[in-house]
């Protein structure tokens, strides 16, 4: 067990979640960044790793570690792990990766991989039990990703934008990924605050205009000098004024703000620009992706 404070805090990001929601991708990613990881390490193992990379040279400040369901000992033995090395002054981060049921099932067929739980159960029922048993992880996560839509390029820019939020997330102030959607292509399942602009007129609907996207000026000043839309940015601003100081004091590490308009190419995308950018500027460390805005006009 560690003792005391530890002579050098290590940052730590496990990486955790869904069998086939795209683990080792991340932990390679996390790689990539230079960090030094370690797939299914054993949970009552990790106390005496992380120390062994306090007292290492720098190129161990930075660990990535896969725990799940490989190891029958995780979820019952994981917090008491976290606590401690917390209390040792290390930082911890916990992203959750998860994917819907059914690209679970693809994915599996697809690459021929056996479930963990899969001796005693069939695929369906593999994922289901395995679903039920971290619940209490997904939980207790810092951030949780939605893999469904991603492949394994997009994973891995998702890890690297975590990487890079982790220092903000760790301290006093929520790290923000501001996302611009397109309802008629799905709600983005991780958001925590989703924002419909539908209300304001749609550029698509101006011929000159159809073919460009919120990046463009003329299209940022057809939807921003709109009077209803300076009325709902003051909104907004006035909101995240109130509730992120209230996230923050919860503990909340992690943020995900949508702007949706019906094709996420137009309105949702300018609007997202302004928020993300007075965000920055708040002190915040803000990620800016528009989902939808590579699609092609219909």
């Keep these: 067990m560690i003792a005391g404070r530890a002579a050098k805090p290590v940052d730590v990001i496990v990486v955790t979640g869904m069998s086939g929601s795209g683990k080792s991708s991340a932990i390679t990613a996390l790689e990539d ?15 005496r790793f992380i120390e062994v990379c306090a007292e290492s040279g720098e190129e161990m400040s930075h660990v990535g570690l896969g725990l799940d369901l490989r190891d029958e000992t995780y979820i019952a033995g994981w917090p008491e ?5 917390e209390a040792a002054g290390h930082k911890v981060f916990v992203v959750f990766l998860d994917a819907s049921d059914g690209v679970l099932l693809r994915r599996f067929s697809e690459t021929r991989r056996s479930h963990p739980l899969g001796a005693n159960y069939d695929l369906p029922e593999a994922i289901a039990k395995e679903r039920e048993l971290l619940d209490g992880v997904r939980e207790a996560a810092d951030m949780v990703v939605d893999t469904s839509d991603y492949n394994a390029r997009e994973l891995k ?29 799905g709600n983005p399942t991780d958001a925590d605050l989703v924002f419909d602009v539908r209300f304001v007129p749609n550029p698509y609907f101006v011929e000159e205009l159809r ?22 940015l003051k909104h907004v601003g006035s909101l995240l004024d109130f509730l992120l100081p209230l996230y923050a004091a919860e503990g909340k590490a992690y943020l995900t703000l949508a702007t949706g308009c019906t094709g996420g190419r137009h309105r949702s995308v300018a609007i997202a620009e302004v928020l993300a950018r007075g965000l920055h500027d708040e002190g915040y460390s803000v990620m800016l992706r528009h989902r939808d805005v590579e699609r092609n006009v219909s």
Excluded: H
């Design 33 to 47: 960044q230079r960090y030094y990881c370690v797939d299914n390490l054993p949970t009552v193992l990790a106390e």
């Design 157 to 185: 820019r998702r890890m690297i934008e975590t990487v890079a939020q982790t220092a903000t997330a760790l301290g006093k102030k929520p790290a923000i990924t501001v996302r611009s959607f397109g309802f008629k292509y």
């Design 211 to 232: 073919p460009l996207t919120g990046l463009d000026a003329a299209v940022a000043k057809y939807v921003l000098e709109r009077e209803e839309t300076q009325k709902f």
């Design 81 to 85: 792990v976290r606590r401690t090395l």
